[in-house]
């Protein structure tokens, strides 16, 4: 049997069904149509396996906060009728066969990150279902990443049009130009063309900064806050490496509970 990984990042799905709800407070009906639209997932997909990646809500900002203090410091706190509703939510997609994971010292991207490397690469299908582009940097033969909401791939083309770079370079290039809704600053006086056109012609952040050609107009701007630029390319990486303490068996999917 061929595998095909699903994972959902739950709370980019919630919160997206969670905000056009009519009414905010009805969490049945935000379980409800969420447990839909996995269905409907499901039914696209086809899963071998599927699994959904929780942030933990007691968990603080982890360690790229330790990194850079300012990192999502101004990100809304989940509105409190959904923080209480999310074991209704959890329990909803069980009893549809979808088993919850939740993060504990690192953050649920990098859980998905590293589950869904893994499984790549032993040439097996994974997708990956959420709008956040920070998934793109893990592009592979055997890794998707699927927007639901707007009907698209997140993939190579996507990255070119919307960034002009590759998806390996993506860290690089956020590490240049920050990310703003991260509260991660990148290089002042950057933006994105001249992170392309830096990434472009040198390939990667530190290529750029260590060869003599480099234009001068970048030159004093990387000289002043190269350490900066590194740590924001630093928080922009994806670990890949986490203890999972499980195995793919443990995520088949077999249906309805």
Same mark, same amino acid.
């Given at each position: 049997?061929?595998? /095909?990984?699903?994972? *959902?990042?739950?709370?980019? &799905? ?5 905000? +056009? $709800?009519? %009414? ?24 071998? /396996?599927?699994?959904?990646?929780? @942030?933990?809500?007691?968990? @603080? ?25 999310? %074991?209704?939510? $959890?329990?909803?997609?069980? %009893? ?6 939740? =993060?504990?010292? %690192? ?11 893994? +499984?790549?690469? !032993?040439?097996?299908?994974?997708? *990956? ?7 793109? $940097? &893990? ?7 699927? @927007?639901?909401? $707007? !009907? ?6 996507? *990255? ?23 509260? +991660? ?28 050609? &480099? ?20 928080? =922009?990486?994806?670990?890949?490496? *986490? ?6 068996? @443990?995520?088949?999917? =077999?249906?309805?509970?």
């Amino acid at each position: 049997m061929s595998i /095909h990984l699903v994972i *959902i990042d739950a709370l980019n &799905l919630i919160r997206r069904v969670h905000s +056009v $709800q009519p %009414d905010p407070s009805d969490i049945t009906r935000t379980a409800e149509t969420t447990t839909r639209t996995l269905n409907k997932i499901i039914k696209e997909s086809k899963p071998s /396996h599927i699994i959904a990646v929780f @942030d933990h809500q007691n968990r @603080d900002r982890g360690w790229r906060a330790e990194l850079l203090p300012d990192y999502k410091i101004n990100r809304k706190p989940m509105p409190e009728e959904l923080s209480k509703g999310l %074991d209704d939510i $959890q329990q909803a997609w069980w %009893d549809i066969g979808i088993d919850s994971l939740l =993060s504990e010292g %690192d953050e649920a991207d990098d859980l998905v990150a590293t589950l869904a490397v893994k +499984v790549a690469s !032993h040439n097996e299908k994974v997708t *990956i279902i959420s709008t956040d582009k920070g998934y793109c $940097q &893990l592009l592979s033969p055997t890794l998707q990443i699927r @927007d639901y909401f $707007q !009907h698209r791939w997140l993939d190579e083309p996507f *990255i070119e049009k919307e960034f002009g770079v590759v998806p390996s370079q993506l860290a690089d290039f956020w590490g240049l130009v920050g990310i703003s809704s991260s509260q +991660v600053p990148g290089v002042p006086g950057i933006g994105p063309k001249s992170a392309k056109e830096i990434l472009n012609q040198f390939g990667t952040l530190d290529a750029a900064y260590e060869s003599p050609e &480099l234009a001068g107009k970048y030159r004093k701007k990387l000289d002043e806050h190269i350490e900066l630029a590194k740590t924001c390319k630093q928080i =922009s990486m994806l670990k890949t490496d *986490i203890e999972l303490g499980f195995n793919l068996q @443990d995520l088949r999917f =077999s249906g309805p509970k």
